[in-house]
């Protein structure tokens, strides 16, 4: 089983839409969560970390289940500049002090928004 | 303040040949970490570095592959002989992390490789 699975889309969605974005994870021990965003040709960046409680950060809003481990992102009001590659990331524990400092990414998923 | 620096941006060369990939991280980050992208793996971690000390080089494909990092503001990532299945895209990181906390990881601009 991979550490970190997304769906890889495409996922084709019209301009004002809403999207969601599931994500699950394998290692139990996560503690960190965050969505990165991936332009065709460009480096990841990172969009916004997910916390327990859910999050909001204008159109966009990330929700977290530890039980089912699972990590989703939700984007409302779709904008043509949304479209881009949405990388689900996690956080690989390691025996080192803290040990939070290695990451795994997801393949992720292709988002195109259509005019 | 300038982001993380990769150079050079793009590479062909021969199979065989060594290429060394260049990486600046940003000032004042103590963790560098190097990662190979392609379309069938994604982003794959292959080293990264604490206070320029490798702490995990488990992701290094093969004795080909070496990575040095001699003081903070500079490493290199070296393929040595080259061979197509190289042929990625090779992104460096850099993040600065406080006791527990995973902060975000900033990525350069990545050094696109063909290996002929």
């Known amino acids: 089983r991979k550490e970190v699975e997304q769906d890889p889309g495409p996922f084709n969605v019209p301009e004002g839409a809403t999207v969601a974005f599931n994500c699950t994870y394998s290692?139990?021990?996560?503690?960190?969560f965050f969505w990165y965003r991936q332009d065709c040709r460009k480096e990841p960046k990172l969009l916004m970390s997910?916390?327990?409680s859910g999050n909001e950060d204008g159109r966009f809003t990330a929700q977290l289940n530890r039980a089912s481990q699972y990590i989703s992102l939700l984007i409302r009001d779709s904008k043509l500049s949304d479209s881009a590659t949405y990388l689900c990331?996690?956080?690989?524990?390691?025996?080192?002090?803290?040990?939070?400092?290695?990451?795994?990414f997801g393949t992720g998923t292709r988002l195109t928004i259509i005019p | 303040d300038a982001g993380v620096i990769q150079s050079p941006r793009h590479e062909v060369t021969e199979m065989g040949q060594e290429v060394t990939l260049r990486c600046k991280p940003i000032?004042?980050?103590?963790?560098l970490f190097w990662y190979r992208q392609t379309m069938m793996r994604g982003l794959e971690l292959l080293i990264y570095?604490?206070?320029?000390?490798?702490?995990?080089d488990s992701g290094m494909p093969e004795d080909r592959f070496s990575a040095k990092m001699p003081n903070a503001s500079f490493s290199t990532l070296k393929i040595q002989p080259s061979e197509p299945r190289d042929s990625a895209v090779y992104f460096c990181?850099?993040?600065?992390?406080?006791?527990?906390?995973?902060?975000?990881?900033?990525f350069g601009p990545g050094t696109r490789l063909t290996v002929l």
């Open positions: 990181a850099s993040s600065f992390i406080q006791g527990a906390m995973t902060d975000t990881q900033y």
């Open positions: 290692n139990s021990a996560s503690q960190s």
């Open positions: 997910v916390y327990s």
């Open positions: 990331v996690v956080n690989a524990p390691t025996r080192r002090l803290f040990g939070n400092e290695k990451l795994t």
């Open positions: 000032s004042g980050h103590d963790y």
């Open positions: 570095f604490n206070n320029n000390v490798p702490i995990d």
